[in-house]
């Protein structure tokens, strides 16, 4: 096992309706990825397993192709998004081009370093690779099955979107939060999805005292539009804690009264207390925690269809 001395890590494997006959493998993954304590072994777990929506086994796109969206926020304030990548472990991948993209502006004052950038241009310059092997037989079978009404699909029966994690070293004082998505099936190409916008799928930020970190994931289009995670963060410091479920559940619901979301808030405080809020409209939504070496996995199903569902945990 590795060194988790203060360390907390919170991750989720996407917002929807998850395959119930699989919870017993959703389980096994999760905690799996939550024995590592850097964010990209975490993240690269996920992302290998056909049971998530991103690297191996992504949704396709109307082309049958595979391009994944991710992006990444540290507490310090650094962040980045990378569009259309086509590998097996875009976080690894992300941090990668953004450590040289770091390097090539080490003391560089006349531009401006990149904040998002998509790989069909990168590509060339990056020596980005291209994985030919991240179509799994699942996603490969509803292609098959749909390519020619493409319009009339309505996905599968079983739905899971943009997974992500956040890591907080309480001894470094750090948290780093990471989130990647192959987006929904038969996308256009070049698609943009929530998980490679800031402020939509992730977001963090320091308010007075208290650290807030936020996950999203779900419809994209509607999280991209609301500018969910952002949205979350900005206005939960001014909540009461004996409001959070029903103040959260009608800022969500108030643009969008028909959204199909779920996140995570972490509320990480001065005197060390942290705590874990979750809520959902979508059917199912998969999360696991880990503070030092006490592991909990959450498989949170919808009290009543369609309706919010909320709840928390004391992490520390």
């Given at each position: ?38 964010i ?10 056909s ?25 310090d ?46 590509r ?42 956040i890591?907080?070293?309480t ?8 989130t990647?998505?192959?987006?929904h ?26 650290q ?24 939960i ?37 942290i ?26 199903c ?15």
């Amino acid at each position: 096992m590795e060194n988790k001395l203060d360390q907390v890590v919170i991750l989720h494997i996407g917002a929807g309706k998850h395959n119930e006959k699989q919870n017993n493998e959703y389980v096994r993954l999760m905690r799996k990825a939550l024995k590592k304590g850097d964010i990209v072994e975490i993240n690269s777990i996920l992302e290998h397993s056909s049971m998530t929506n991103t690297g191996y086994g992504s949704s396709l796109n109307i082309l049958g192709e595979v391009e994944i969206d991710a992006s990444y926020i540290k507490s310090d304030g650094e962040c980045g998004a990378l569009l259309g990548l086509q590998v097996d472990s875009p976080t690894k991948e992300m941090f990668r081009i953004f450590n040289k993209i770091d390097k090539r502006y080490v003391g560089e004052e006349s531009l401006s370093k990149p904040l998002s950038l998509h790989c069909s241009n990168l590509r060339r310059y990056m020596d980005i690779p291209v994985h030919d092997h991240l179509v799994s037989p699942k996603s490969n079978k509803i292609y098959d099955m749909y390519k020619d009404q493409v319009f009339q699909y309505h996905g599968e029966a079983h739905i899971n979107d943009t997974i992500g994690s956040i890591v907080i070293d309480t001894f470094l004082n750090q948290t780093t939060l990471a989130t990647t998505s192959g987006g929904h099936f038969f996308k256009l190409p070049g698609r943009i999805g929530c998980a490679g916008i800031i402020g939509a799928a992730i977001y963090h930020e320091q308010i007075e005292d208290l650290q807030i970190s936020c996950m999203c994931s779900g419809n994209g289009e509607q999280i991209i539009k609301n500018s969910l995670a952002q949205s979350i963060v900005k206005n939960i410091s001014d909540m009461d804690e004996a409001e959070y479920g029903a103040r959260l559940e009608k800022l969500i619901l108030k643009k969008t009264p028909g959204i199909y979301c779920g996140f995570i808030v972490v509320l990480r405080r001065s005197n060390g207390r942290i705590q874990l809020l979750y809520g959902h409209t979508t059917e199912t939504f998969y999360f696991g925690t880990r503070v030092n070496d006490s592991t909990r996995v959450v498989l949170s199903c919808a009290e009543q269809e369609g309706k919010f569902t909320f709840g928390e945990y004391k992490l520390r």
